[in-house]
């Protein structure tokens, strides 16, 4: 018996000294990826990029990277997404356009908004500035309808690309103002400024990060903002609501989201660090410089933000008549 007892002391303090079950690794081991459906330089690259630069120290000093894959209004990076592994380490910093307009401006998509994608928080609203060269004659909004009411189908404005956020508020304000002006898109935002800066098309729409800086610079003239509030970085320019369209208004704005399926851990740890960031004061002083706007709210507020928008957006891709080229 006594034999017994000290083999059975034995394989206890054998037992003891194994080692334990290793732990679930924890997340993240990897480096964390961004994609943004769009090029360089645009507003959603621009955001993308300073979150990810915070982003990175914020999950234990990992690596944090913006991926572009511009094209098709934003689909190719939604459908990249839509199509990765829901493990954390790829996310999409979306918008308005991907996730609001598309749906209800392409019969087609190779997305789900609502089904592929796990919200992550809702990360800035974005106004839009109706800019032109400084050299144009236009000085107001109004002087830019009379000519446009004079000239039927004589001017032109430039987008970011068919159906994105910039094209459809200048359909928008189209059939408010009962102007006709012809569509041209360019691949991308800073395409389509350089373009208006050299004079190649009359006007666009655009976000304080892809035209502010020009504005201040003196290569363009904004004639209006977008929001129902005046500008946060130029409180002298009207608003279009206050220039003879009142309730008019077209904000852009960005989110991030994950993969669907996503583990709920993983979202809501990165939906607080992100909103942790957004509320930082030198994050926000950053957007304010773009007259842009921090949001951020939980995935659950973010995925209703989303339902909203697509209504809204829809019955105004509806409501003007707005078609992709």
Known sequence: MKTLHLAAMAMAALLGLAPAAPAAAAYPENPVKIIVGFPPGQSADLIARALAAKLGPALGNTTVIVDNRAGAAGIIGMQVTAKSSPDGYTLMMSSSTTLAINPSLY??????????????????????????????????????????????????????GNGLTNHLAMEMFKSRAKIDLVHVPYKGG?????DLMAGRINAMFETGPGSLEFIKAGKLRALAVSSMERSNVMPDLPTIAESGYPGFEAIAWVGLVAPAGTPAAIVERLSSESRKILQTPEFASNLKALGGFPAGNTPKEFDAYIRSEMKAWGDAVRISGAKVD
């Open 107 to 160: 019969p087609k998509l190779p997305y789900d908004p609502l089904r592929d994608f796990a919200p992550v928080t809702l990360v800035a609203k974005l106004p839009l500035y109706l800019i032109v060269n400084a050299d144009s004659p236009f000085r107001t909004l109004a002087d830019f309808v009379d000519y446009a009411k004079a000239h039927p189908g004589k001017m032109n404005f430039g987008s970011a």
């Open 190 to 194: 800073p395409a389509a400024v350089t």
